[in-house]
């Protein structure tokens, strides 16, 4: 647990590396001592401890899983030491594992774990990155206990990362799912639209150009993510194109050409079964080292060793279909954590923040596209406060002028709120990376 922890501390903050860091040791040497709580929660099975405590740390109040009493500072200082007064480790490895996921029985129609069984939706904090906030105790205990400066130089020359990037579920449908909606609200000439645009062979949501030219303005690169399955699986849809006809083909090679990044949208039953997602990495035609599963499918008990198998460098998975913010309240890479041999996974991931669909679904937040800018602010500076990643998936549906749930004649597409996000991450001091770029500036260039 304590190795788990701090192999994250020390990737954010190397120098810190060869310094004493004592976990429930008491000794009179200079150093930083956290406080350990007299506990056997990690020797159960239990998916979420009985007890949490509030403490406020730089003006945010923060959860602390495994205590019983918030009377005494954070941190308290004496000649050459720094003791933490709470077990911000146990609290940490709770969060970033994923241990709540692990243990609990709780899952969705598509066999996720739900947002509204984490103690993030019990306790309200989803939008705060608790586990940087402990990173940032434990940085400012060091640089007290040693007088010394910890800097994060995961991004050179920016305050943050931004990843943009896109999964390639639907090119063909447009005409079907859009018009279906439209139809049913009685706009009629919409509709029309939208089926002349298919019968002049040119789908709506056939728009990959319009992706780049978007990336362009920008003056970014991105990552798509392609799926190589058009079969539905248990009744769920999967992609509604074949990757492997030569049209997709060419596109895929003119955004290689133009310097995006190309990853594997793994389909439905992908997520427990490495053969099946190898497979479909073979037919996209590219190189690729990135994954992300199609519908955030991720099962805890099956999924790391399934990415473990394969020569994947980084997924992009972990985020709360329902809920825009920190699944695993951390704004970094990190290893996911393998339960049955008790060790970090070799792959990074690389954490979910927002996707378009969560923003808008009757499903999840329900929100209208002069709603989201406010909260994705909120998100984004909790990011930027700690130098963190904002990875974000656009759904190139949502380019077009017909997203799948038409809007009101005078509000904004959502293309439009895209826009303004790229925009403002920009103006915030952000670099823009592909999924890969950031995945090989957190594991130290390799």
């Given amino acids: 647990m304590l190795n788990y922890v701090l192999t994250h501390f020390y990737r954010l903050y190397p120098k810190a590396k060869d310094l ?134 995961l991004w050179p020359n920016a305050s943050f990362a931004s990843c943009l990037t896109h999964d390639i579920d639907r090119l063909t449908s447009a005409w079907k799912v859009a018009g279906l909606h439209r139809f ?84 439905f039953g992908t997520s427990n079964n490495s053969g099946q997602l190898l497979a479909e990495a073979v037919k996209i035609g590219a190189p690729v080292t990135g994954n992300r599963f199609h519908y955030l499918q991720y099962k805890p008990e099956l999924t790391p060793q399934v990415l473990s198998e394969t020569f994947l460098q980084y997924d992009s998975t972990l985020g709360f279909a329902e809920q825009l913010g920190f699944r695993n309240s951390f704004c970094h890479p990190f290893f996911p954590y393998d339960f049955k041999n008790r060790k970090a996974c070799h792959y990074i991931e690389l954490p979910l923040i927002l996707m378009d669909v969560t923003l808008y679904s009757p499903n999840y937040m329900q929100l209208r596209p002069a709603e989201a800018l406010p909260l994705v602010r909120q998100v984004m500076q909790e990011i930027k406060k700690f130098n963190g990643l904002f990875t974000l998936l656009w759904h190139n549906e949502n380019i077009s002028d017909y997203s799948e749930y038409s809007l009101g004649p005078h509000e904004p597409n959502w293309r439009e709120v895209l826009n303004e996000i790229l925009l403002l991450l920009r103006q915030e001091g952000s670099t823009f990376l592909t999924c890969a770029e950031a995945a090989t500036a957190f594991n130290g260039g390799k």
């Fill in 20 to 153: 004493p860091i004592y976990y429930g040791e008491d000794s009179a040497a200079k150093g930083v001592f956290i406080r350990q709580y007299e506990g056997n929660f990690f020797e159960g099975k239990v998916a979420q401890p009985e007890q949490v405590v509030w403490q406020e740390w730089n003006g945010t109040r923060l959860p602390f899983f495994f205590d019983q009493t918030s009377t005494v500072a954070p941190i308290t200082y004496t000649d050459g030491r720094a003791l933490i007064n709470y077990d911000i480790i146990a609290s940490a490895f709770f969060l970033l594992s994923g241990w709540q996921e692990y243990h609990s029985s709780h899952r969705d129609r598509f066999g996720r774990f739900p947002y509204k069984a984490s103690v993030q939706a019990t306790y309200g904090f989803i939008n705060v990155p608790v586990v940087n906030y402990y990173f940032d105790m434990l940085k400012e205990a060091i640089q007290h206990a040693f007088n010394l400066k910890l800097e994060l130089e």
């Fill in 184 to 267: 049913k609200q009685g706009k009629y000439l919409a509709v029309g639209r939208l089926v002349t645009k298919k019968l002049l062979r040119k789908d709506a949501w056939d728009n990959i150009s319009e992706l780049m030219a978007l990336a362009n303005q920008h003056q970014l690169k991105s990552t798509y993510f392609w799926m190589a399955n058009n079969q539905k699986y248990n009744g769920h849809p999967n992609a509604d194109y074949l990757v492997e006809l030569p049209k997709y083909q060419l596109q895929i090679k003119k955004l290689l050409d133009k310097g995006h990044e190309i990853g594997i949208h793994g389909s």
